[in-house]
């Protein structure tokens, strides 16, 4: 069964410091892979996703994630952080070969950004 | 603005009672996914149809069931509602059920049950 685990529930950061946040998925087939962000009171916005070419995806708001098969990792960074990034992240996974697209979500980090 | 609107934003209901989450999707995608959202529970897949029709079901009680309509659009209805049953719920969609693509999410419907 898929699952997906994201160490670390709060992350803080300093303005202008790198972001790391971190996910692991359990599966035995390399899945399809998504970061998701929460902003307060609304919906998720999907930041980024991996479905197999580049090993390194890069996203919307100056976010990349790294698909790293031999650590079943897919961590989110951004080298600065900015205030308007203060939000709730999720990491996603989705069976491969599917044809039923669900989506399995980690528990989320909430990013908080310090000045 | 991710194209997919939910209504209502906010219910506020007493247990034992009744109510319908409705979702219209982005224009032209065919396959709606409903999220439950709560701290105990995290986001939780509930069901997705595509086209009109059920495809997949999820962690969704048996008080809880859904329906796609002809013109796309999905509601989700919630009986018999308990404490426990107060959540953040989300509507998703996506062109087709490709597992690969991304889900656009509506801005959810707070449910309160008193």
């Known amino acids: 069964a898929q699952s997906v685990t994201q160490l670390g529930s709060h992350v803080s950061v300093s303005e202008g410091a790198l972001v790391l946040l971190r996910c692991n998925y359990s599966?035995?087939?390399?899945?399809?892979l998504f970061w998701y962000v929460q902003y307060p009171n609304q919906g998720l916005q999907l930041l980024l996703k991996?479905?197999?070419?580049?090993?390194l995806v890069k996203g919307i708001n100056g976010f990349e994630a790294e698909f790293k098969k031999s650590e079943t990792s897919f961590h989110l960074t951004k080298p600065s952080a900015h205030m308007s990034d203060a939000a709730e992240y999720f990491c996603?996974?989705?069976?491969?070969?599917?044809?039923?697209?669900?989506?399995?979500f980690g528990r989320g980090t909430q990013l908080t950004v310090w000045p | 603005d991710s194209g997919v609107t939910q209504t209502p934003k906010h219910l506020i209901t007493a247990t034992g009672q009744r109510v319908t989450l409705r979702c219209s999707p982005r224009?032209?995608?065919?396959?709606v996914y409903w999220y439950q959202q709560s701290l105990d529970q995290g986001l939780q897949f509930l069901i997705q149809?595509?086209?009109?029709?059920?495809?997949a079901k999820g962690n969704i009680l048996e008080r809880f069931s859904a329906q796609q309509f002809p013109d796309l659009h999905s509601e989700l209805n919630l009986s018999s509602l308990e404490l426990g049953d107060s959540a953040l719920y989300f509507c998703?969609?996506?062109?087709?059920?490709?597992?690969?693509?991304?889900?656009?999410f509506g801005p959810g419907t707070r449910l309160t049950v008193l």
């Open positions: 149809y595509y086209n009109g029709e059920e495809r």
């Open positions: 996603a996974v989705s069976y491969r070969g599917s044809t039923l697209g669900r989506l399995y």
């Open positions: 991996y479905t197999s070419a580049a090993t």
């Open positions: 224009s032209g995608d065919l396959s």
């Open positions: 998703a969609s996506s062109v087709d059920m490709g597992s690969y693509n991304e889900q656009f």
């Open positions: 599966s035995s087939v390399p899945p399809y």
